[in-house]
């Protein structure tokens, strides 16, 4: 086994979340920005499209990145088997918090480690389930939460690491860095699976 710190380390994303929590337990780590289509396939289910396109990252990005280790990392939120993007503007995050209240969302996310380190070049996949039950929310609170955090850049409208944890009234998760938009257990067992450790 080796250190994390000891490998090329890239995160194929240009999430800002992602980056904090792949901090959280590497020093050291190189960001490049995927070149991928998000557009959902004709019938694809929430977590087909979230696993394609974390393995579509991590490959896009690996290729420029020999000898390195490649994390490509995608989240999808399902509302009754429909896909909530990320809302880019205060009027969709409004009408989709409101379809979220009193409801269960369940958020898809995949993470895809890709090892080029050496020939074959293998691919380690995970995917993480988090249902979150959303309290039922009136027009006001909604209005109030969205002036405050402004969560345009957030799949189902929401920053569980902030405010946005106020809009629930549960979560059931294995992972709780999965929400956020990275399972870092999950990052960490790929990676042992790989020989590196995290600690």
């Known amino acids: 086994m080796i250190a994390l710190n000891d490998v090329d380390l890239v ?15 590497a020093s050291r780590f190189r960001v490049v920005a995927p070149q991928v289509d998000e557009i959902p396939q004709a019938h694809e289910t929430p977590s087909a499209l979230a ?8 490959r896009a990005v690996a290729a420029g990145c020999l000898g390195a280790l490649v994390i490509g990392s995608d989240q999808v939120a399902d509302l009754g088997g429909s896909i909530l993007g990320k809302p880019g503007n205060a009027e969709t995050a409004q009408a989709q918090l409101a379809a979220c209240a009193g409801r269960e969302v369940v958020f898809h996310t995949a993470i895809c480690l ?3 380190r050496s020939a074959p070049i293998s691919a380690h996949a995970a995917v993480d389930m988090t249902r ?20 345009m ?3 189902g409208s929401f920053k569980a690491e902030g ?4 809009l ?6 294995q992972d709780p860095t999965a929400l956020i938009g990275l399972p870092l257990i999950a990052l960490c067992r790929l990676l042992r699976e790989t020989g590196v450790i995290a600690i």
Not at 11 to 25: G, V
Not at 51 to 58: D, I, P, S
Not at 135 to 140: E, F, K, V, Y
Request: include cysteine; charge should be positive.
């Open 11 to 25: 995160l194929a994303s240009t999430s800002r979340y992602r980056r904090e929590l792949l901090a959280r337990i």
């Open 51 to 58: 696993v394609r396109l974390a393995q579509a990252k991590a």
């Open 114 to 116: 890709i090892d080029t």
């Open 132 to 151: 979150v039950h959303f309290r039922n929310l009136d027009a006001g609170e909604i209005a109030r939460y969205i002036e405050r955090e402004s969560p």
């Open 153 to 155: 850049d957030c799949a």
């Open 163 to 166: 405010l946005g944890i106020a």
């Open 168 to 173: 629930f009234e549960r979560i059931e998760s």
